[in-house]
């Protein structure tokens, strides 16, 4: 019961964002390989967030 009332983190909106634009770069990849890499770019940027905000909870 807990649990819908929770609120959404940064780090799982991170998370989210992450996976809908891999996604949707896969999605994309047989139609424009330009627009796909430029998506897949993107990912990796949220990836590098990720990872820097699980480092700041490491730390605490």
Known sequence: MNI???KET??????KR???L???SYEIALKD???SDYIHSKAEEV????KSL??????N
Do not use: S
């Open 4 to 6: 819908w009332f929770k």
């Open 10 to 15: 940064k780090l799982d909106k991170l998370k």
């Open 18 to 20: 992450y996976r809908n």
């Open 22 to 24: 891999m996604r949707k």
């Open 33 to 35: 390989k330009e627009k």
């Open 47 to 50: 990836f590098e967030q990720i």
């Open 54 to 59: 699980r480092y700041q909870y490491a730390d």
